[in-house]
């Protein structure tokens, strides 16, 4: 288990709190924590994200992503965190607040993943809303996308509560689970009244 002590909350960026969660960036203390917790719900988390490559949930694989985190948060073209549950420090999921656009556009994409054994407790709801905030009050963002197939209805769910509004749909937009798929497409702009999902 991950330790997890306000005093150290993170090395690499600052700790966002939520109802119920802390979010910060990932650190190499939390690889077991994220691998068990990624390999426990391989079959959960699937049918929604890209094919993970073969050697995903081993330490070097594990380091070079965290080499990408931190490089893509010192250039500031994203934002990852993984999100833990105040009540035991649990690792429950992670949330990146990624592809920055700034400029006129002044823009974020959102994702976000949770263990099986932590879905439909509010978790993801809190973090996203944690990022929504951050996004806005902090990196000064103007708006926040995020995406996800129409037969995720857990997740859409969560959009619509959080105020996303559904603008659209992206034909053939991701690789998921190595299937070209549709997308919906769902905004919050600054402004938006953040919801609770």
């Known amino acids: ?53 073969l050697d995903d949930l081993t330490r ?3 380091r070079r992503r965290l080499r990408r985190y931190d490089e893509d948060r010192r250039v500031g073209i994203a934002y990852a965190y993984f999100v833990f549950r105040n009540e035991d420090a649990r690792l ?23 263990g099986e054994q932590f879905q439909r407790r509010g978790y993801t709801a809190a973090a996203v809303a944690a990022v929504l905030r951050h996004a806005f009050d902090d990196l ?15 997740s859409l769910r969560l959009l619509l509560g959080l105020g996303f509004q559904q603008e659209g749909v992206m034909r053939s937009a991701l690789k998921i689970n190595g299937v070209w798929r549709d997308h919906l497409l769902l905004a919050i702009v600054r402004g938006d009244s953040i919801g609770h999902a």
Request: glycine share 8%.
């Open 140 to 154: 000064a963002l103007n708006r926040v996308e995020a995406s996800c197939m129409s037969e995720n209805e857990a």
């Open 60 to 62: 070097d694989a594990y």
């Open 1 to 53: 288990m991950a330790i997890l002590r306000r005093d150290s909350l993170s090395q690499s960026g600052r700790a966002l709190e939520g109802a119920g969660v802390i979010l910060r960036a990932p650190e190499q203390r939390d690889f077991v924590a994220w691998a068990n917790n990624r390999s426990q719900s391989r079959t959960f988390l699937a049918p929604w994200e890209p094919t993970w490559p």
């Open 92 to 114: 429950v999921g992670g949330v990146t607040l990624g592809n920055v656009r700034r400029g006129v556009a002044q823009t974020a994409s959102v994702g976000y993943w949770v």
